[in-house]
Structures are given as structure tokens and as C-alpha cells.
């Protein structure tokens, strides 16, 4: 080492307790330290330093969504097909949707609007609703807000109407949630109302009366972090739904060769226990998992196992595989062909005993911004739905979405 | 009776587990999500309910709507 750099350490190591001391320099190196590093430490800074001045109103998001469903198969309950032989399930539905996330003070808004077009074989069959049930436009307007009351408690508030040409229905809803050992733990908290109101058709189209429908629904959910990488949730649903419980016009194939009604029960109340976890993987990616568990007053049973892989490819890009297992039971009194005279039947191919399979693929893309406008967000997805009594559904679905 | 007394007991345990604040950016990542999109897990939920008579129940309310989709 030459006398040089030695003279450059001891005048470094005279120098640096100094500076971090905040005593001012002098000597050979004081001219490029004397500045930040001599000045004393200030104070922490409040809120509105780190964030600027609260704003009143603020869009934080718009998003929009659309999907489509392409849906082919059969089922019993379909007119449109052979006399006592299963008809079309045949179905296509464009979906677009648009949400705006909106805060002000202690309060995030949120608007959503969702549209289904739907072209559906079964109910032309039927001409159940004059000449345009081959074509049938349904829209919601929900708005949902919730209150940050404290940095641990959230309440929220939602209501909604929806419009479809034979139906109108309403739902309300309130929810709390609220955090516990440092945001280790949220219970949340939540109950819904929905009424239906709509009209009565006989399977030959023919329209009878208005007729109503109750769904009250209440929630429990319980999420907790279990490692630096794991996330478990587990929740229960309940569901009770009184009044015409069938759209009205589905049929059943009589054992006389003829077609009759459904016939449902008035009461029903449905239970779901699902438990999930999300483990994040050491090569940048994460792995989630459900299982469900469904019962009903109807005899029905269900299980489903979920799992969705996802891989992260770079800051702004993340791919997602997914696979969805679905087992049911039948409803007690499905049947394919009843009697006259059964109390109860129907041969809703969606209340039969199946095995169901979904296998889709999501592409996400968020691209950070500066400015105005945080963040664009993409993304692509397909999923394939197939089942065991004659039922598969191609689901395409695409998202663009702002964060300002 | 005991052998669910003590898988009770085991979970609640295992709940008790706190993780520091500054030891969850794993977590943060919006892949770790349980529902990332609202508009996608309604069209999911909605798929579902319309076409499985064990979906739904939980959640949001079923039964809304004729189901027809």
C-alpha cells in the first residue's frame, strides 16, 4: 500500500464518526461532506409531507371487462329437441362490464355495471317470451360503498337492481370486516337480500301471472397469514330461498309421452363451507388451492377442488394456469321421465348428478405509468368447462383497466 | 370427538402465527390474492351458479335471475 493511501484511510477514519455525528468537517475532505451529512436529522413528517393534501373526491379506477360464452349440449329440460328426448342447451352470452372505484375521505365507492346478451335455444323453442326469446338482454347497476371507520374496521353498504325482460329484481347488503394482531387476521362479516319479481309461463309458453322470490344470504369469512408465504382463508355461506324457485318454463318428459311443469319445493336453504390457502413459491410464482363443500335441503351434495398455479415472467407480467374439479349428487327427485302425478320433479340438467372439469389459462399484464395514470392493466383469458351429461362451454374473457 | 378437538386445536394454533409487517412482501404480490379482479370473480361466480346446482350459497346470493344462462 502506498503512503498515499494510507494518508486517504486515516483521513477517512478521523472523518466518518464525525459526520455521523452531525459535528461539522473541516480538513481536507470537508468540502464534500460539510452538507447533507452535517445536518442534524429532522423530524418524522406527517401525513400530508409523505402523501400531499387530501383529495375530496378521486377516481381511483376504471375498469372494463367482456366475456363470452359458447356453450353447447343437452339436457331434458329443453324443449328444443324431440318430444321426451333431451334438447338444445345451446347457448351463446356476451358479456361486458364496467366498474369505477372511487374514493372520498373515508370512504371507496364502487360502481358496477354488468350487461349479458344472451342467445339461447331452449326458451325460442318454447317462444315463451312473444317473438325475441331467442334473444334475451339482461343489465345490473350495483353500487356498493364502504366506510374505513378505523384502520382495523370497515363497513360497507351495497345495493342493486336488475333488468332482463321478464324479470326485475333488487338486492341490498351490508358487510363488516375487521383486522386483528396486526393485520394478521381479518373476520369479515356479511348478509344479503335479493327479490326477484317475475312472470309465470306454462311450458307451452303461455303467460300466467307475476310470481315472486326471496334469497337472504349471510357470510362468515375468516382470513389469516400463517408464514411470510401462506394465506389461508376459510368461510360459510348460508342461503334461504323461499317462493317460485324454477325459472318456469323449464319442462319434464311425462311417462304418458307427454311433457309436464317442473315441480319445486318453496323452501330452500343451502349451505357452502370452503376452506383456501395460497403458498408463494421460491421461483417468483404461487400455488392456491379450495375445497368446497355444499349441502342442501334438496339432497344435494357438492364438492369442488380448485388449483390455480402462477408464474410470474416479469415485473409487469404474470401467467396463471388453472384446473377446477366439480362433483354433485342429483337434486332426490330428479328424473328423466316422471309421473303424472310426482309432487315433485324436475330434469334441469344443472340439478342431475355429474362430473364437471375446468381447465383455462389467464395472461396479466400491469404496466406501471408515472403521472397521472399509476398503472394499465390487461389481460387474456380462456377457460373450458366439459361434464359428463352432455354439457361444454368455451369461456373467452378480456380486461382493460386504468389506475390513477 | 378427540380427534377433532385436536385438529381444532392444531389449526388455531397455527393461526396464531404473526407475521411482521416487513416480512410480507411475498404476500403483497397481487399473484398471492385470493380475488384479484372483482369483475372476474363475478363472471366466474356467475358461470357456476347458473350451471351447477351445488355452486353458490356462499358469497354473494344465488339464485338470482333465472339461471337460464
Known sequence: MSFRSLQFVAALLTILPRAYAGEPLSGPLSGPLSGPLAQPVPGPLSDEAVLGEPVPFHIESV?????????????????????????????????????????????????????????????????????????????????????????????????????EEELRSWNFGLGVSRSFADDNAVVSFSVNQVLDWFDQFTVHGVRQSRVFRSS????????????????????????????????????????DGTIGAEKLPRLRHRHALAGRIAQYLPWHGAIHGLYRLYVDNWGLWGNTLEVELYQRIARWLYLRANYRFHHQTGIDFFTTRASVDAPLRSADSDLAPFFAHTVGGLAVVDLPFRGSLNQLHLDFGYDRYFRSNDLHVNVFTCALGFRF | MKRVVILVGLCLEVGCAIVPQNRRVHLADPMMSFETDAMEAHKKQKFYNSREGAAGGDGAPAGGGCGCQ
Open chain 1, 63 to 163: 375498469r372494463a371487462r367482456y366475456t363470452n360464452y359458447d356453450q353447447y349440449g343437452h339436457g331434458f329440460q329443453s324443449q328444443a329437441g324431440p318430444l321426451g328426448g333431451p334438447g338444445s342447451e345451446r347457448v351463446t352470452v356476451e358479456q361486458p362490464q364496467i366498474e369505477v372505484v372511487a374514493k372520498q375521505g373515508k370512504f371507496t365507492h364502487r360502481l358496477w355495471i354488468p350487461v349479458d346478451v344472451v342467445t339461447a335455444a331452449s326458451p325460442d323453442a318454447v317462444d315463451v317470451i312473444s317473438t325475441a326469446s331467442y334473444r334475451n338482454e339482461a343489465g345490473s347497476i350495483d353500487l356498493a360503498s364502504t366506510y374505513q371507520y378505523d384502520p382495523k374496521t370497515a363497513y360497507q353498504l351495497r345495493a342493486g337492481v336488475h333488468l
Open chain 1, 216 to 255: 337472504t344470504n349471510g357470510n362468515l369469512s375468516l382470513s389469516q397469514l400463517l408464514s411470510p408465504t401462506t394465506i389461508a382463508n376459510v368461510s360459510y355461506g348460508v342461503t334461504v330461498q323461499t317462493g317460485v324457485l324454477g325459472n318456469t318454463w323449464n319442462s319434464v318428459p311425462l311417462d
